[in-house]
């Protein structure tokens, strides 16, 4: 009889799955501290929502993943400013729709791809965010011409006085790019923390 290495057994589903639902959700709670603390406002607009409903879906690989984290984004939204929730719900729920199709993309994709295919459609769903949000703020503000030209504005420059919209995109962008390498980051690295040690187990072996 001779002690061999036992293979390293796999980690339970549950184990499987809260690790990153956890990183998830702490992405979300300090989406919520940075709007909630007037000395982190500037961080207020660094939005990767693309991002982890984008990744929800692809590192849990359940079908109600993307709606748990959605749902935890709507939470933040109605603890922090229910006024405005109220007032402009039509727009709020466009882009949660956006995000929920996000999730489902995220799903639908092999488990296989890379990481670099993983950040170029975060970057992807991250510009079919914008787009349409900014879209959605060109058809529902007077203030904008209704008017291809009107579009046009609405998408790169903003309304005078304003931050111009181009650098919000450029802002999410980025953020979306950094939160998915970290998640991304993160998540690779539990594949290898969670299984336990190899164990030894007498077996026989024959000479």
Do not use: H
Not at 60 to 81: E, H, K, Q, T
Not at 177 to 185: C, E, F, G, K, Y
């Amino acid at each position: 009889m001779t002690a061999v290495p036992a293979p390293p057994s796999r980690p339970s589903r549950a184990a499987q799955v809260a690790v990153p639902l956890t990183v998830l959700l702490l992405a979300v709670g300090a989406r919520a501290l940075a709007q909630s603390l007037p000395s982190l406002e500037a961080l207020a607009n660094v939005s990767a929502l693309p991002a982890i409903a984008f990744a929800a879906g692809y590192l849990l690989r359940r079908w109600w993943a993307p709606m748990v984290v959605i749902a935890a984004m709507i939470a933040v939204d109605l603890w922090i400013d229910p006024a405005s929730v109220a007032a402009y719900w039509p727009s709020i729920v466009t882009a949660y729709l956006l995000l929920l199709g996000f999730g489902l993309w995220g799903l639908r994709l092999p488990t296989a791809t890379g990481n670099g295919g993983i950040l170029g459609r975060s970057a992807v769903a991250c510009g079919i965010f914008y787009l349409a949000t900014n879209t959605l703020s060109w058809l529902t503000t007077a203030a904008y011409a209704k008017t291809a030209g009107g579009w046009l504005q609405a998408v790169t420059v903003g309304l005078p006085g304003l931050r111009p919209t181009w650098s919000f995109g450029l802002t999410m962008l980025a953020s979306t790019l950094l939160v998915t390498a970290a998640i991304l980051w993160l998540f690779r690295r539990q594949q290898a923390w969670l299984p336990s040690p190899a164990g030894l187990t007498a077996v026989p072996v024959r000479r």
